[in-house]
């Protein structure tokens, strides 16, 4: 009995390690192709409307995949025109970091004692030099992913073209026994996951606008690019939410006043309390309430992964497989590990 459990033990762990090193050493490929089931799963409701409409599957799938292209061409387009004034400002964007950190120091001095030299060390890899170079990252990283981008509206065209096909495969592999609790299950799974992932995606997208607003109002330079990248962090819960407003609250030290800095924590605090108690429980519901620690688990490991972009899509696909294991008897305890079942 304990040999078995140990031989069943160590093929998890080997199957865990196999499956991570391979997406980690793979990502190129999986990358783009986890981003396309995301976004194919997102227009799926929008194909089958189009079908009923009289479209053939080739023609609804390819009204979906250019939906997606006008989409990203808005938002990048707008991200592009900021990270431009970005590059075009990273000069006076420099002067007046180094001000503000040399008016820092000299308040330091007085209330600490610390002397010059150490503040100075202290300083040296943060400042205007960290938010040029982050800025910097994050614009390249929009920008220069072209090839990625084809292969995900490529493979998202794909998904959808043969998403028939891709479930007849499924079902062939299971015995024919447990074929018709297979396809109910993947049925009410895809449907509860899609309702998921479009409530998620319209509360980043409302909180995409409440940011904008919002920074806009309080005269914060680049409010656009910050608010769209500190709506998609929201999905990441407590990190995110932090992570997002540093970047527009350093921008308002270094550019605005303390006037406007209190307003930008004023803001996310606001903004978050309206999440975390109205929108989210009204928009997204409690179909899947997804447990916090196996959340920023699931994050740290996503980011480790793939960067920036493993953070953020390692969240839905949490919700999606906890959703799948919810409907699988044996994998019960493991839907109940990722959700928070006990706050409900």
């Given at each position: 009995?304990?040999?078995?459990?140990?031989?069943?033990?160590?093929?998890v762990?080997?199957?865990?390690v196999?499956?991570?090193?391979?997406?980690?050493?793979?990502?190129?490929?999986?990358?783009?192709?986890?981003?396309?089931?995301?976004?194919?799963?997102?227009m799926?409701?929008?194909?089958?409307?189009?079908?009923?409409?009289?479209?053939?599957?080739?023609?609804?799938?390819?009204?979906?995949?250019?939906?997606?292209?006008a989409?990203?061409?808005?938002?990048?387009g707008?991200?592009?025109?900021?990270?431009?004034?970005?590059?075009?400002?990273?000069?006076?964007?420099?002067?007046?970091?180094?001000?503000?950190?040399?008016t820092?120091?000299?308040?330091?001095?007085?209330?600490?004692?610390?002397?010059?030299k150490?503040?100075?060390?202290f300083?040296?890899?943060?400042?205007?030099?960290?938010?040029?170079?982050?800025?910097?990252?994050?614009?390249?990283?929009?920008?220069?992913?072209?090839?990625?981008?084809?292969?995900?509206?490529?493979?998202?065209?794909?998904?959808?073209?043969?998403?028939?096909?891709?479930?007849?495969?499924?079902?062939?592999?299971?015995?024919?026994?447990?074929?018709?609790?297979?396809?109910?299950?993947?049925?009410?799974?895809?449907?509860?996951?899609?309702?998921?992932?479009?409530?998620?995606?319209?509360?980043?997208?409302?909180?995409?606008?409440?940011?904008?607003?919002g920074?806009?109002?309080?005269?914060?330079?680049?409010?656009?690019?910050?608010?769209?990248?500190?709506?998609?962090?929201?999905?990441?819960?407590?990190?995110?939410?932090?992570?997002?407003?540093?970047?527009?609250?350093?921008?308002?030290?270094?550019?605005?006043?303390?006037?406007?800095?209190?307003?930008?924590?004023?803001?996310?605090?606001?903004?978050?309390?309206?999440?975390?108690?109205?929108?989210?429980?009204?928009?997204?519901?409690?179909?899947?309430?997804?447990?916090?620690?196996?959340?920023?688990?699931?994050?740290?490991?996503?980011?480790?992964?793939?960067?920036?972009?493993?953070?953020?899509?390692a969240?839905?696909?949490?919700?999606?497989?906890?959703?799948?294991?919810?409907?699988?008897?044996?994998?019960?305890?493991?839907?109940?590990?990722?959700?928070?079942?006990?706050?409900?």
């Amino acid at each position: 009995m304990k040999s078995s459990l140990l031989q069943k033990s160590v093929l998890v762990l080997l199957l865990l390690v196999l499956f991570f090193g391979g997406i980690y050493f793979a990502a190129p490929f999986f990358k783009p192709l986890a981003v396309a089931f995301l976004i194919a799963l997102l227009m799926l409701r929008l194909a089958r409307k189009a079908e009923g409409k009289g479209a053939n599957r080739l023609w609804s799938s390819i009204i979906a995949v250019f939906i997606v292209v006008a989409f990203l061409t808005l938002i990048s387009g707008l991200l592009g025109y900021q990270a431009n004034q970005m590059s075009d400002n990273s000069k006076q964007l420099e002067r007046q970091g180094k001000q503000k950190i040399e008016t820092l120091q000299k308040t330091l001095e007085k209330k600490t004692g610390l002397t010059s030299k150490q503040l100075e060390s202290f300083f040296q890899n943060t400042g205007h030099s960290q938010l040029k170079s982050t800025a910097k990252n994050i614009a390249s990283s929009i920008l220069n992913s072209l090839t990625d981008l084809l292969l995900t509206l490529i493979y998202t065209f794909l998904f959808l073209y043969y998403r028939r096909h891709l479930k007849r495969f499924v079902l062939k592999l299971m015995d024919k026994k447990y074929r018709e609790q297979t396809r109910k299950t993947m049925e009410e799974s895809g449907e509860i996951a899609l309702q998921y992932l479009g409530a998620k995606f319209i509360l980043i997208g409302i909180l995409a606008t409440i940011y904008s607003i919002g920074l806009t109002l309080l005269g914060v330079k680049y409010a656009i690019f910050y608010s769209v990248l500190a709506a998609l962090l929201s999905l990441i819960p407590y990190i995110g939410n932090m992570i997002g407003a540093a970047f527009p609250l350093l921008m308002a030290i270094i550019y605005n006043d303390t006037a406007t800095a209190l307003g930008v924590v004023a803001l996310f605090a606001v903004a978050q309390f309206i999440e975390s108690y109205f929108l989210e429980p009204l928009i997204v519901g409690k179909k899947v309430n997804l447990n916090p620690m196996m959340t920023i688990l699931i994050a740290v490991l996503g980011g480790i992964l793939w960067g920036v972009p493993g953070m953020i899509i390692a969240i839905p696909y949490l919700g999606i497989i906890a959703i799948i294991f919810s409907k699988i008897e044996e994998m019960k305890p493991v839907a109940y590990l990722l959700m928070d079942e006990d706050n409900r």
